[in-house]
């Protein structure tokens, strides 16, 4: 907490861009987080596709067989 | 597909570590700069004291500002010197020794104004570490995207469309993140929302451009010609990417442009880990969604096959 006065005028003057600079990194973040988040369920939901599919094939080629 | 989630994995941990560093020395090691200077009546002690100033007024209405500062007026022939009270267009009010002393404007001949001066912190410049790596990434993938248009154009293999479809979609997430941080820190440093200079404009163009080329894809349905057109698009876009990159070095720009030496240690440190840091999420960006691709390619594979 600043109690100098001059210094409370200094900063009073800069403080606005506080906000935008935070506004700045929670886009960020939020952006390479939730963008990673997604990649990764899809490719956790694909992954059980392709498990589910290969496993019915392996299965149709073992009653061919 | 197995080998791209591991390389993904590495990657984001690694950019993870390096990214978290690098937002802490951002914030917890390398300074503040100064943007400007403040102007205050008083001194005290601190490192953002540049000096004291004295400054000539010529007329009574540019005291206006200056309330609480050692003012020294000379009106009708007589020298009055105190702190100043109130200054408008009609007067000057100054609280001397022997009392306040009211001085009309129309009598004011000259004034000094003499106070400290403050260096005026930049917090706005802490989006730079991240924004700017953000930026090169955008153009290093873009690079990319070209590069594997070029590959597809000269052997017509799928992979590399791919690969160079992907590239842009990594692009489109940069370019994004590039925009919405330079949006905030031009906000923050020129007062606007936006404008209309050089590397704006091309990094703009470069932002549509990146847009038209899933536009493109979605809008052509035959696979070969979908792929042979963003190929095209893409290489013809990525011109603008060296553009947009060396603008502000070629002509007048208001965008700042890192010089060698430009940056103290622990700033030019968090700077270069935030870059490293932010290849390796890009990278690991890039190699998910691979993966995913590879996946999809498995499953139409086995349904295809499963159909038969």
């Known amino acids: 907490m600043v109690t100098d006065p001059t210094l409370k005028e200094v900063y009073s003057l800069v403080l606005t861009q506080w906000p935008l600079v935070a506004g700045a990194y929670a886009l960020l973040w939020t952006g390479l987080v939730v963008y990673v988040g997604f990649a990764l369920k899809r490719l956790n939901g694909l992954g059980k596709q392709v498990e589910v599919l290969e496993a019915a094939l392996a299965r149709r080629s073992g009653d061919a067989g | 597909m197995k080998s791209h989630t591991t390389r993904a994995f590495i990657a984001l941990a690694i950019g993870g570590v390096l990214t978290l560093a690098a937002f802490l020395g951002a914030f917890f090691w390398a300074g503040v700069p100064d943007f400007g200077f403040v102007r205050t009546a008083e001194r005290t002690d601190s490192v953002r004291y540049q000096g004291p100033f004295d400054q000539e007024i010529d007329e009574a209405r540019y005291l206006a500002n200056f309330a609480g500062y050692d003012v020294e007026v000379v009106a009708g022939g007589e020298t009055v010197r105190g702190d100043l009270v109130e200054a408008d267009e009609t007067h000057?009010?100054?609280?001397?020794?022997?009392?306040?002393?009211?001085?009309?404007?129309?009598?004011?001949?000259?004034?000094?104004?003499?106070?400290s001066s403050y260096g005026r912190p930049d917090w706005g410049q802490k989006i730079f570490y991240f924004h700017v790596p953000v930026a090169e990434i955008s153009f290093i993938v873009f690079g990319f995207a070209a590069f594997y248009s070029i590959r597809f154009i000269m052997t017509r293999r799928r992979e590399y469309d791919i690969k160079a479809r992907v590239s842009m979609e990594v692009t489109l997430m940069f370019v994004t993140?590039?925009?919405?941080?330079?949006?905030?820190?031009?906000?923050?440093?020129?007062?606007?929302?936006?404008?209309?200079e050089p590397r704006l404009t091309t990094y703009f163009i470069m932002t549509l451009l990146v847009v038209a080329y899933f536009v493109l894809r979605n809008s052509v349905e035959d696979e070969e010609r979908r792929a042979m057109y963003a190929a095209v698009f893409s290489i013809l876009g990525f011109i603008d990417a060296p553009i947009s990159f060396f603008?502000?070095?070629?002509?007048?720009?208001?965008?700042?442009?890192?010089?060698?030496?430009?940056?103290?240690?622990?700033?030019?440190?968090?700077?270069?880990v935030a870059q490293i840091g932010m290849i390796a999420l890009g990278y690991a960006i890039y190699q998910l969604r691979m993966g995913e691709m590879l996946l999809q390619d498995r499953i139409e594979s086995a349904k295809t096959q499963l159909e038969r």
Request: charged share 20%; no cysteine; aromatic share 10%.
């Open chain 2, 177 to 196: 993140l590039t925009m919405a941080t330079g949006i905030l820190w031009t906000k923050a440093a020129w007062g606007v929302w936006w404008d209309w």
């Open chain 2, 92 to 115: 000057v009010t100054i609280e001397t020794a022997d009392g306040e002393v009211t001085v009309s404007a129309a009598e004011f001949e000259t004034g000094r104004v003499r106070g």
């Open chain 2, 247 to 272: 603008i502000t070095r070629l002509i007048p720009s208001n965008h700042p442009v890192i010089e060698r030496g430009g940056l103290e240690p622990p700033m030019l440190v968090s700077f270069i």
